[in-house]
């Protein structure tokens, strides 16, 4: 499903935010990517969804070489991805309904399909009651449930989330991971980058360890 | 088909919200492109208006060839039947000094004048008109008839005309200079509006393009509005001017009157109008296609 083959990543004017990385993750798969902040993490998950080219190696995704894709097509990759932002990147003009409504409108689905898909969605994450709430009024951990309705709302296959639970409270942490869990047991593959490691004990899932841009798989 | 126009619906939708959350912005918009375009336009109408008033003057060139009044019968008669003869000249009037000084003391505008002269002071003269209408063609003769022998004066009525054409020439270039800096200005106020709102829904464009969207999918409600504020300012502009031009009318009826004319300004065609805002519509759709395209180049991936 996902391949990394060296991959490193250099930004101008900064050392290797990843060196020589190679790993795989198959389909249906949990993995943890960890390290401490600035090992390279979100490097890493940028890469996946075409976010960033790398400056050597391969990204293969479903057989697709990422840093060899026409930019005409790179959105139309991305929407095979799932993503959750380290800061929700939500919008704070609109009321949660439609900000789950966003990458549904982007995939040409409008009207009451749209509406029963975002209500589905609402409801996996238990916002059901808050659809016309806005974002700033709810509190961290529902904001980052809203990010996740929002990152699933168009049944993506992969599933990659930037430290979903950095700013929340243990039980709220425990709450989104068993949530990941969840979509992970319907056949999703889900990447979930993270610096501690609370919550991750309890689920199985290959950990991918990264020290200075570099590697551990376990 | 459905994905395609559920989708522009929606776009329209979204614009057409904002603009209402923005009614006082975007009239002031309406109204600087309409400003902008209505001076190029009133300057089109007037130039326009003269241009045909103009035309109906060309239509007949006369050349008026006047005798020297010490001219004997035999040198007019003479240039009679040269003049018959030439073979530049479709029609040829004389009137003599006689007929004229009757003519002059029978109308009612002249005869006082008439009354208060001891003896004719006309000459004979000759009223042509030439088959070529061409202005150098008009002169060629004119100059051609001006060297025979007993002619005083030769008149071409091209004259004015000749000089009213090549100022009026002057104004159409006018128009197209003032066009092209204000159609620049245009484009520039709309880039520069649409750029202050992809400033504000910048977060917006962010994600919408980390999750999938496509270029034309971002660019689409921006070309939108820009192509709203274009149609509305030619709207604005087409209302300046056809008030501007019906004030404008009240001053030329009467300017005209004096003249003895009812000449008024015309009222921009539907051509015109039409051709107006198609410009102002491409101009606004362009100004906002340069804008987005800028801002979406800095989030490509690199």
């Excluded at chain 2, 001076?39 to 007037?46: D, E, F, G, W």
């Excluded at chain 2, 800096?181 to 910048?202: C, K, P, S, Y």
Aim: charged letters at 20%.
């Amino acid at each position: 499903m996902i391949r990394f083959d060296q991959v490193s990543k250099r930004y101008p004017g900064s050392d290797e935010a990843l060196r020589g990385v190679s790993f795989e993750i198959a389909q249906g798969e949990l993995a943890f990517v960890t390290g401490h902040s600035g090992a390279g993490k979100s490097t890493l998950l940028k890469l996946m969804a075409a976010i960033e080219r790398p400056s050597s190696g391969t990204v293969l995704i479903g057989n697709q070489n990422v840093s060899k894709l026409r930019p005409r097509i790179v959105p139309y990759m991305r929407r095979k991805f799932g993503l959750v932002f380290q800061d929700h990147k939500l919008l704070y003009d609109r009321n949660c309904f439609e900000n789950v409504a966003l990458p549904l409108y982007i995939n040409g689905v409008t009207g009451q399909e749209a509406a029963k898909r975002i209500r589905a969605a609402l409801d996996k994450v238990g916002l059901l009651g808050k659809e016309k709430a806005m974002p700033i009024t709810l509190s961290g951990g529902e904001q980052q449930r809203l990010a996740i309705a929002r990152a699933v709302v168009s049944r993506p296959s992969i599933l990659i989330a930037d430290e979903p639970t950095g700013n929340l409270d243990e039980t709220y942490a425990a709450d989104i991971m068993a949530l990941f869990h969840a979509f992970r047991q319907v056949g999703v593959t889900v990447i979930i980058a993270t610096h501690d490691a609370h919550g991750i004990n309890s689920i199985p899932g290959k950990m991918l360890h990264l020290d200075h841009g570099k590697l551990t798989v376990s | 088909m459905k994905h395609w126009i559920n989708q522009h619906t929606l776009v329209w939708r979204l614009v057409l919200a904002r603009i209402c959350r923005n009614k006082l912005a975007t009239l002031l918009i309406w109204a600087v492109i309409g400003i902008a375009l209505c001076l190029p336009a009133i300057l089109y109408v007037i130039i326009d208006n003269v241009n045909q008033l103009a035309g109906e003057v060309k239509n007949e060139p006369q050349i008026s060839v006047f005798m020297k009044l010490d001219a004997d019968k035999a040198t007019v008669a003479n240039i009679k039947s040269l003049l018959e003869k030439h073979s530049g000249i479709s029609n040829l009037k004389f009137v003599s000094k006689d007929s004229a000084w009757k003519a002059m003391q029978d109308s009612a505008l002249t005869d006082n004048i008439a009354a208060n002269l001891k003896h004719n002071p006309l000459p004979d003269a000759f009223f042509i008109q030439p088959k070529a209408h061409a202005p150098s063609a008009i002169d060629q003769l004119q100059h051609e008839l001006q060297t025979l022998e007993g002619v005083e004066h030769v008149l071409a009525d091209a004259d004015w005309a000749k000089r009213l054409y090549s100022i009026l020439e002057l104004g159409k270039k006018a128009v197209w200079v003032l066009s092209g800096l204000l159609g620049f200005a245009l484009v520039t106020i709309i880039g520069n509006t649409i750029r202050l709102q992809i400033l504000t829904q910048r977060e917006e464009i962010e994600v919408s393009k980390l999750i999938g969207a496509t270029d034309g999918f971002i660019r689409r409600p921006f070309l939108y509005a820009g192509t709203l504020y274009g149609l509305g300012g030619s709207l604005a502009a087409l209302l300046f001017v056809n008030g501007i031009i019906t004030i404008f009318n009240l001053s030329v009826a009467d300017l005209a009157e004096l003249y003895g004319s009812s000449f008024i300004l015309a009222l921009p065609d539907w051509q015109i109008s039409l051709g107006i805002t198609a410009c102002a519509v491409a101009l606004g759709w362009l100004g906002s296609y340069i804008a987005v395209n800028r801002s979406l180049a800095r989030l490509n991936p690199h």
